[in-house]
């Protein structure tokens, strides 16, 4: 079966760094996506990856390895506003999505 | 610009009857899809459609239908609700057609079914 695994829930501190793990066991792989939900809204897009290596978008990067089915979502300088839920989903063979449950993020002060 | 409407926004419906979430999207994108999402669980796929005029289940499509007349529309249909329809509903629309497809989505609705 198509499996997608991430921690249910993180804290961090304020200033600091996170990173957020994703590992997958897909039929076929065409990209892998991190989306950010806010409690209550919808999930906006935050990084694609499909090479192997680190995508770097502000104060948001994902990495992507291939050989070992993982991926992580590095945030710095964290900001009482990245409390969210972030969405690790595949592009499986058949161009569908296969979503993860989420890693809710919590920051403190 | 919208991007993409869902209405209604949220709904409280009888065990039972007949409901129809709707989806308008602005982008003429060509892709659409409808997910519900879970508490513990990742989205799933309910329907989707590559283009106007052809649709396809996805993960969970049992009791609901769907249809795509024209580009921008994409209503979700449950025939006879029940109360494990209960959840909230995204639908999301993408360009289509490339592996960098990326899905945007609409504000949800949560449904209730009681």
């Known amino acids: 079966g198509q499996n997608i695994d991430q921690p249910t829930e993180m804290t961090a501190t304020e200033g600091a760094i996170v990173q957020i793990n994703c590992t997958y066991q897909t039929s076929g792989f065409n990209g892998l996506f991190w989306y950010q939900q806010h409690a209550g809204e919808a999930p906006t897009f935050l990084s694609y990856?499909?090479l192997d290596g680190l995508e770097e978008k502000g104060r948001f990067s994902s990495f992507l390895s291939r050989s070992k089915g993982y991926s992580y979502l590095l945030l710095k300088e964290l900001q009482m506003k990245d409390s969210a839920s972030y969405l690790c989903a595949v592009r499986d063979s058949n161009y569908q999505l296969i979503w993860g449950a989420g890693t809710k993020l919590i920051i403190k002060p | 610009i919208a991007g993409i409407t869902q209405a209604p926004t949220s709904q409280i419906l009888a065990a039972g009857r007949r409901m129809t979430l709707r989806c308008t999207q602005d982008?003429?994108?060509?892709?659409m899809y409808w997910y519900r999402q879970d508490l513990g669980l990742g989205l799933r796929l309910i329907h989707y459609?590559?283009?106007?005029?052809?649709?396809g289940k996805g993960e969970v499509p049992d009791g609901y239908s769907v249809s795509r007349a024209n580009t921008d529309d994409f209503p979700l249909t449950l025939a006879s609700a029940v109360p494990s329809q209960t959840s909230v509903y995204f639908c999301a629309s993408s360009e289509g057609g490339r592996a960098t497809d990326t899905q945007y989505f609409g504000p949800g609705t949560r449904l209730t079914v009681l």
């Open positions: 459609s590559n283009t106007a005029g052809t649709t």
């Open positions: 990856n499909v």
């Open positions: 982008m003429r994108h060509n892709a």
